[in-house]
């Protein structure tokens, strides 16, 4: 199964960027949507930014809106999540999922996407 690793995440005070990447171990060719998660303590895991990667449609939280965009690098196996204006409600843990999916239930809050990488942590200071 594909393994997807996570980096880019850090510390940053509100009103700066930060930009996720997501490797991918191989190319899989039964994935067609890509999506970023996060998950603050205490509350439950959300759907970010999705990616439909047949015709580049997007979803996006109604929260992050026209602040981050998602974006799918095929020649290097990596997806990335451009993240702008952070505010501290931004700060949780993002992971990084992809899978197979009608394009309807991938541009979605409720992606249900199956393979997940283990995350990275990004903390936006006030």
């Known amino acids: 199964q594909v393994k997807l690793v996570e980096s880019g995440g850090g510390s940053v005070q509100a009103g700066g960027s930060l930009r996720l990447s997501c490797l991918a171990s191989e190319y899989t060719y039964n994935t067609n949507c890509v999506g970023w998660f996060r998950q603050a303590p205490g509350q439950e895991r959300e759907a970010v930014a999705t990616?439909?990667?047949?015709?580049?449609?997007?979803y996006y939280a109604d929260s992050v809106k026209d602040r981050f965009t998602i974006s799918q690098d095929n020649a290097k196996n990596t997806s990335y999540l451009q993240m702008n204006s952070l505010k501290p409600e931004d700060t949780a843990m993002y992971y990084c999922a992809q899978g197979l999916r009608l394009k309807d239930r991938c541009l979605s809050r409720e992606p249900r996407l199956t393979a997940w990488g283990q995350g990275t942590q990004v903390t936006v200071s006030s």
């Open positions: 990616l439909y990667t047949r015709d580049l449609s997007t």
